[in-house]
Nanobody
């Protein structure tokens, strides 16, 4: 059982930067594909970024390419989401997810077995 805890969300002005962290405990974090998803009020949860167990492979949704960077530190059991040039449309609750089984990166929420509680990011215009 992998337990995930996000942190780092806050209110930031448009054009600003923010770094989210996700701490994992239990299970085998170092072997798991990880991802960030987000959900804005009244909208469905959407994929943001994913990273392979080694960190060698990353994928992003088009709207954040060039602005967000996902990374991981397996020694610390953490993943990160560095966000820059933030826009009001980035406002959402951001969730960390662990795939558990399976070695391929994926953007489908149903492929991820473990989820954190989320951290709120609000971007003011």
């Amino acid at each position: 059982q992998v337990r995930l805890q996000e942190s780092g969300g806050e209110l930031v002005q448009a054009g600003g930067s923010l770094k989210l962290s996700c701490a994992a405990s239990g299970g085998t974090f170092g072997n798991s594909v990880m991802a960030w998803f987000r959900q804005a009020p009244g909208k469905e949860r959407e994929f943001v970024a994913t990273i392979s167990w080694s960190g060698a492979i990353t994928r992003y949704t088009d709207s954040v390419k060039g602005r967000f960077t996902i990374s991981r530190d397996n020694a610390k059991n953490k993943i990160y989401l560095q966000m820059s040039n933030l826009k009001p449309e980035d406002t959402a609750a951001y969730y960390c997810a662990a795939r558990g089984t399976g070695v391929s990166v994926t953007s489908y929420a149903n492929d991820y077995a473990f989820w954190g509680q989320g951290t709120q990011v609000t971007v003011s215009s």
